[in-house]
């Protein structure tokens, strides 16, 4: 996989004030004693954003931000492909519709008569848990 959250697609590019810690591919929302924080509703609605890796000072997809350092995040149009983080348990398999598992990661959704919590799609299958996925913005 990639070593970048962004693979291809159009993206806002922006900041905000961690209020917790957040992982570079985290599916992100505003909330929490700052600015901005791992969404948290399961298969709720939920802005395309994702938690940027910090390049600018040498950081990785796997270095976290801490709380009150500054996230970059982008905001996705659709059809952009990210390279998101399924939750602990979660696996997929390829064109599997993906909503918010509520701690930032995703997980296929749960019910598929329910659109509305629907992030991306699956664009690989992925047999290992919690493992990152490429995934195509909703």
């Excluded at 992100?28 to 600018?56: C, I, M, P, W, Y």
């Excluded at 905001?75 to 492909?81: A, K």
């Amino acid at each position: 996989m990639a070593g970048t959250i962004m693979l291809k697609g159009g993206f806002i590019r922006k900041e905000a004030i961690a209020s917790s810690a957040i992982t570079p591919g985290d599916l992100v929302e505003f909330g929490g004693v700052n600015e901005l924080q791992d969404h948290s509703t399961v298969g709720g609605t939920a802005r395309k954003a994702f938690a940027l890796e910090n390049d600018l000072i040498g950081r990785g997809i796997d270095d976290a931000y801490a709380a009150g350092e500054t996230v970059q995040y982008a905001v996705c149009h659709s059809g952009t492909e990210v390279n998101a983080r399924l939750a602990a348990a979660a696996t997929c398999t390829k064109g599997q519709a993906l909503e918010s598992a509520g701690n930032g990661r995703l997980v296929p959704v749960s019910s598929p008569a329910y659109q509305h919590g629907i992030v991306a799609w699956a664009m690989q299958t992925i047999t290992v848990a919690g493992s990152r996925v490429r995934a195509e913005v909703a």
